[in-house]
């Protein structure tokens, strides 16, 4: 998967605050992701975060 800097990742199962969408802060064999409803941040590895990725988004462009 192309995933970038600032990107926004929609996911399956939404956080417990109730957000579904994550920013991309750090790209590598794990992100770091920011919830974009409460701000909370995550390390989560590589494979785990692209299985659960239901659309990506690039700044500037709507959510596929």
Known sequence: ???????ILTMKKAHPCGSHDWEV?????????????????IMVERRKAEKNIKSIGREGQKLC
């Open 25 to 41: 802060l750090r790209v590598g064999m794990d992100f770091r992701l920011k919830c974009r409803g409460c701000g909370h941040e």
């Open 1 to 7: 998967m192309d995933i970038r800097l600032h990107d």
